[in-house]
């Protein structure tokens, strides 16, 4: 069994909060826009670490990490990418590779709208943490914490906190 730790949007900023929400797992992963790369050397030194770029990321960190993650973790096919949408409305670069062949746990951030939706189409759950970081439209900092226990996501946790309370 492997714990996750999931965030998004952080845009260079994180908050003790959600560092210490992140303490018992093995894995932290972030769906983009990720904002510098000091904050991207301190998540990786906190655990390992899985990222994308998102759209307001730089040369350096589209360097460091790829616009897909696409992995199996445990027993689970994952897909990570910033913009990607969700169920009935996948953002066009990847509505067909999912149609075509279904991870079992589609992610993505951007919209700084936790989501947590299950597609009965392709039978895949999809997540989206919401925005960690406090640059943004969003009233509320959100994460998940989950566990993958061979081929079963179970253990889904929320943080949220009020942005200004950051």
């Not at 908050?15 to 932290?28: A, G, L, P, Q």
């Not at 790829?66 to 096919?77: A, H, K, L």
Request: include cysteine; aromatic fraction near 12%.
């Amino acid at each position: 069994m492997i714990k996750i730790g999931l965030l998004s949007d952080t845009h260079g900023y994180i908050s003790e909060r959600t560092i210490k929400f992140f303490d018992n797992v093995d894995e932290i992963w972030h769906a983009g826009d990720i904002g510098n790369i000091e904050l991207a050397d301190r998540l990786a030194k906190l655990k390992k670490f899985r990222a994308v770029y998102g759209n307001i990321d730089g040369g350096a960190l589209r360097l460091m990490f790829p616009e897909d993650q696409i992995f199996t973790c445990e027993g689970v096919s994952v897909w990570m990418t910033h913009i990607g949408g969700y169920p009935g409305h996948y953002q066009k670069r990847v509505r067909d590779k999912i149609y075509a062949n279904p991870p079992k746990l589609f992610i993505s951030g951007h919209s700084h709208i936790l989501k947590v939706i299950y597609d009965k189409k392709i039978n895949c759950l999809h997540m989206n943490p919401g925005a960690a970081g406090f640059s943004g439209f969003h009233k509320k900092c959100t994460s998940l914490r989950f566990s993958i226990d061979g081929k079963n996501i179970k253990d889904l946790e929320v943080l949220e906190f009020e942005k200004k309370d950051f």
